[in-house]
Every structure is written in C-alpha cells, then in structure tokens.
C-alpha cells in the first residue's frame, strides 16, 4: 500500500514539473508573440509603447513597491495584535491587496483606524498609482504613434499583406528582379547624376 501511494505521488510530482514547464513555455511563446508583432510599424504600438516606457515603468515599480511595504508595515504593526487578517506580514500583505483589487477587510468600518487605512490605501494605489501607470503607458504609446505617424510606408496590417502578397505574384510573373540585388544597385552602382 505504501508504494503505491509513494508511486501516485510521483506521479502528481511529474505532473506539477510538467505543468509548470508548461506555463512558463506558455509565457515565452506569448513575449515571442509579442515580439514578432513589432516588426510590423502599425503592430508595434503595444510591443515599442513598453520598450519606450521601460524605464519609468522600472522607477514606478520601485516606487509601489515601497509604498505597498510602507502600508503593509503600518497595517501589520498598527492591527496585528487585533485582527487575524493582520496578523503575519504575508496576511497582511493579502489583505492589503485584496483592499486594492476591491474586497474590503470584514467590519472594517467599526474601527475608525482600519476606515482610514483602507481609505488611504485605495485612494493611494487605485486612484494615485494606476493613474501614474496609465500615464506612462500612454507617454509611451504617444511616442510610438508620432513615430507611426511619420512612416508614410506602412498601411494597415491586412492591407500591407495583401501589398506583399500582389507584389510577389507581380514578381514572378513580370520577371522583376530580386529586391535585394535591387537594393544593392541603388545604393552601391546609381550615383546622385544618373538619378536626376
């Protein structure tokens, strides 16, 4: 009976490594999604809003995560003796941010303290912080649009693969020459006075 229940668990052993292999092979087939998408100019917004706001998002990240301590901490020491939603920093770091995503502390409202701790955390991180985050998402979005803006190459997503597709049918069958040799004559074997 014995090896049997050490073979099951094993068993749900491999089962959980192959899970989350799986989730984080999930995640790099998502970052590599992403990442192809940025080829494209009109594509790009998500994927170069990101990498243009990269760096605030780094300082803004260092920012929550000392004020999401500072609260913990001060929830922790100021109602740790009094509620067991406080007790531990793990708890009260869960309560914190289950107070953020929206579920409030039970009776939270017959201790003035709490009232005012729950108040100020969702005034600072719902209403301040996301605010600040949205705003640099959108800084960064708007550099990547002016630089869409400036790109009077590119079309649509679908428009530029019907293009692509039209061309390369028009390729093969007007015998066109390959855009690379193409390339290489205008910028290497055309001088500024065979152009004009």
């Known amino acids: 009976l ?14 959980f490594s192959l899970q989350t292999f799986a989730f984080f092979l999930l995640l790099f087939m998502l970052l590599s999604i992403m990442q192809a998408t940025a080829v ?7 994927t170069g809003s990101f990498k243009k706001s990269m760096d605030d998002l780094w300082h803004f990240g260092i920012l929550a995560a000392i004020i999401f301590v500072f609260f ?23 309560t914190q941010l289950n107070i953020i995503l929206g579920t409030l502390p039970e009776n939270y409202n017959l201790d003035f303290r709490l009232s005012v701790y729950v108040m100020l955390t969702t005034a600072v991180f719902f209403l301040l912080m996301l605010n600040f985050l949205l705003a640099i998402v ?28 039209k061309a390369s049918f028009h390729k093969h069958t007007a015998r066109w020459p390959d855009r690379r040799e193409l390339i290489y004559v205008l910028k ?5 006075s065979e152009v004009n």
């Open 138 to 165: 959108v800084e960064g979005y708007m550099k990547v649009r002016g630089e869409m803006e400036e790109n009077k190459a590119a079309y649509e997503f679908f428009t530029d693969i019907a293009l692509t597709a």
């Open 2 to 15: 014995y090896s049997g229940v050490s073979e099951f668990d094993k068993a749900l052993d491999a089962v």
């Open 40 to 46: 494209h100019p009109k594509m790009r917004a998500l």
């Open 188 to 192: 290497h074997k055309v001088s500024a």
């Open 72 to 94: 913990a901490t001060t929830g922790w020491w100021t109602f740790g003796g009094d509620r067991d939603d406080f007790r531990t920093g793990t708890e009260t770091m869960t």
